[in-house]
């Protein structure tokens, strides 16, 4: 196990290589991990992990002199310390912090460009599959163990391809749910608006209009496997020649294409920034809110009489305020000199009203250090959550979000053991999150830096 541990680990150092040199790394990786399943087939042994204390998401309080038991692939029990089994098998994590693993519910893993528009043009689907692995690896190393895919700039559906080896075991991956596509508006935030006329070119979003369209679209997302719905209903910052402040969508085509996820029991997520955008979703019925950059107070209303989650995404604006990375470098940056404070004090006055806020960190593309998503948590303890109510946000309300609280989300007996160790105390210092010394997810031991 130690060899397998260490191997990936040096993985993620890889970032700062050259493209060339990444993609000759990853040939070498698929062969390992290619054959990991059969060497680490589903462990019979009861594991006891031990650690200074537990966060296990549900609690308002960390839980003392505890040790969590996994068999096979989930958590059979929760004891005192003193009554580990003989026949167990433990693991000593002193010095850190047990806690479920992280849930990222607004993720675009395959996404490996900032000038993401032109992206999906300049890499074959493949190329970005192979990109996005090792991209999920990294992010599994990092804590996230389950991640929802929020559209992945690929003509065709590779992002599925990933889901579905992750799930047959033949790689080690997050937990992985989500939309292949974002699904836009011609002239929208997902259609390429910078080109001349004469130009035709494929977009990075599935390009709709009008009701019969979109209905179209969704079946086609649904067929090849997108168990979400990503719906453009506004603008975007980072995308040219859009207006975040505009409504793409009429409410009848809303309507329409929440009724036809719910004909087929998909849910609807709304990429939403523009106020009435933001409350014309949520009367469609859409289950989250994708961003809600202008939320007021009757989208907060709203959000509690519909039971409507938000994933705000703050930190990856703050990532690119300054950063020229950008083609659209203007829009991101007004907002977030202009606007960032008021809306964080929104977005905690959402969590006070009983609005149920999830962490999306919209940023971990294979050009991005794993370890930056986490600091989506700090973000929304700035926007006034306590540091349980934002650990909670990445933990059993993403669960929650992806209505699988009662298979993750939370460190209790039943659940699939997806469980980390960080150091130190992440209620005193959330920056913790950031760097995980061990992870496990399905009841595998993924990661463990202190040697066991």
């Known amino acids: 196990m ?24 990853i040939g070498f990786m698929l062969t390992v991990f290619w054959i990991s399943p ?15 204390a537990v966060i296990d998401g549900i609690s308002a309080k960390v839980l003392k ?26 693991i000593d994590l ?56 929020m559209g992945d700039a690929d003509v065709f559906y590779a992002v599925q391809d ?29 259609d390429i608006n910078y080109l001349s006329p004469e130009q035709h070119v494929i977009s990075d979003g599935l390009i709709v209009d009008g009701a019969d369209e ?39 085509e809303l309507n329409a294409a929440v009724a036809e996820a719910n004909r087929q029991n998909v849910p609807v997520a709304a990429h939403a920034h523009a106020t009435e955008g933001i409350n014309q979703a949520i009367i469609a019925g859409v289950r989250s809110i994708e961003h809600g950059s202008f939320i007021n107070q009757k989208s907060i209303d709203l959000m509690v009489k519909h039971g409507t989650f938000l994933v705000p995404t703050i930190y990856v ?40 806020i999830a962490v999306g960190s919209d940023l971990c593309g294979p050009m991005i250090e794993s370890s930056v998503c986490a600091r989506e948590f700090a973000t929304l303890i700035e926007a006034g959550m306590s540091p349980m109510d934002a650990i909670k946000a990445g933990t059993i309300v993403g669960a929650e979000l992806l209505q699988w609280e009662d298979r993750i989300g939370s460190i209790e007996v039943g659940k699939l053991a997806d469980i980390i160790a960080v150091p130190g105390n992440p ?26």
């Open 65 to 90: 002199n505890k040790a969590v038991l996994v068999n096979r692939n989930v958590i059979t029990a929760v004891v005192n310390e003193s009554e580990i089994p003989p026949e167990a098998l433990t």
């Open 427 to 452: 209620l005193e210092n959330i920056s913790a999150l950031e760097q995980p010394l061990f992870v496990m997810k399905n009841g595998q031991i993924i990661k463990n830096e202190l040697g066991q």
């Open 214 to 252: 979109i209905r179209k679209a969704i079946r086609k997302e649904i067929k090849y496997g997108s168990d979400w719905i990503k719906i453009m209903v506004t603008g975007a910052f980072m995308s040219v020649g859009d207006n975040p402040k505009n409504v793409s969508f009429s409410p009848e």
């Open 38 to 52: 059969l060497l680490y087939s589903e462990s019979t042994t009861t594991y006891a992990l031990v650690s200074d």
């Open 162 to 190: 990933l889901k579905r080896i992750i799930d047959e075991g033949v790689f080690s991956g997050p937990r992985l749910t989500g939309a292949a596509h974002y699904i836009s508006i011609t002239g929208g935030g997902g």
């Open 317 to 356: 604006g703050d990532y690119y305020a300054h950063s020229g990375k950008l083609r659209e470098q203007t829009k991101n940056d007004e907002f977030y000199l202009s606007l960032r404070a008021s809306w964080l004090k929104l977005i905690g006055k959402a969590h006070l009203s009983g609005v149920k």
């Open 2 to 25: 130690k060899t397998f541990v260490t191997f990936k680990y040096e993985k993620v150092n890889m970032k700062h290589r050259s493209v060339n040199q990444r993609i000759t790394f």
């Open 94 to 149: 002193p010095g850190t912090m047990l806690m479920p693993g992280m849930i990222n519910v607004h993720e675009h893993p395959m996404i490996y460009k900032h000038d993401y528009q032109n992206g999906h043009l300049e890499a074959s689907s493949a190329y970005k599959a192979l990109l996005g692995l090792s991209n999920l690896q990294n992010l599994l190393l990092a804590g996230w163990t389950t991640i929802r895919v």
